[in-house]
């Protein structure tokens, strides 16, 4: 997972601080500290002192990381289903805007253009899957106390899951429109609203 540190907070005892001035990287070997990486962390540092003799120093570690977002593991491509498996939550410096940053998120969505990989993706990146398409014919649920009637009507727009639309059914005429108006709950399927 890539992570974006925005601020290291170290804890040194004055004692040690002597042989932590040591400019050689290859006197320096660092160990310990376990994952989540994001609360304190107790490290043990190993330097060589002026003697060349090993001295392993307890370091308390702070680190803050930045806020979190959704990246994609890969290129998706516009109108591909979006899933879980699909995307990585990392660390970042900063936001760019209103951007994804749960999993919940992404849940019934699809992408409205290419979503590149390892990058930020802005909520208008995203819409509801489009679960019934214009002059789709839709399975119809209605509710009349114990009553359930089914039938099959013509979408009249294109819709996602809990969108309103109307739908127009068989018995329609040409003289007397009647449009019903459904919520969508599945693929090409919606109830009636109750009134």
Known sequence: ???????????????????????NPAAYHIGGGSAPWNVPQELRVSVLDRD??????????AVEQGPMVLVPRYNIQRGQSLTAEDFE???????NGNVLSDYSEIEGKE????LAAGRQVSQNQVKPKVLVQRNAMVKVHARFGAVDVNTYCKALKEGSEGDVIQVEPPWKTKTR?????????????????AK
């Open 89 to 95: 939550l990392v660390s970042v410096e900063r936001t």
């Open 111 to 114: 992408a409205l253009s290419i």
């Open 52 to 61: 060349q003799k090993m001295q392993t120093l307890p370091i308390r570690v």
């Open 177 to 193: 429109p009647t449009p019903i108006t459904v919520k969508i709950i599945g693929v090409n399927e919606a109830e009636v609203l």
């Open 1 to 23: 997972m890539k992570t974006s540190v925005e601020r290291i907070e170290i804890e040194v005892r004055k004692q040690d601080f002597p042989f932590l001035t040591e400019t």
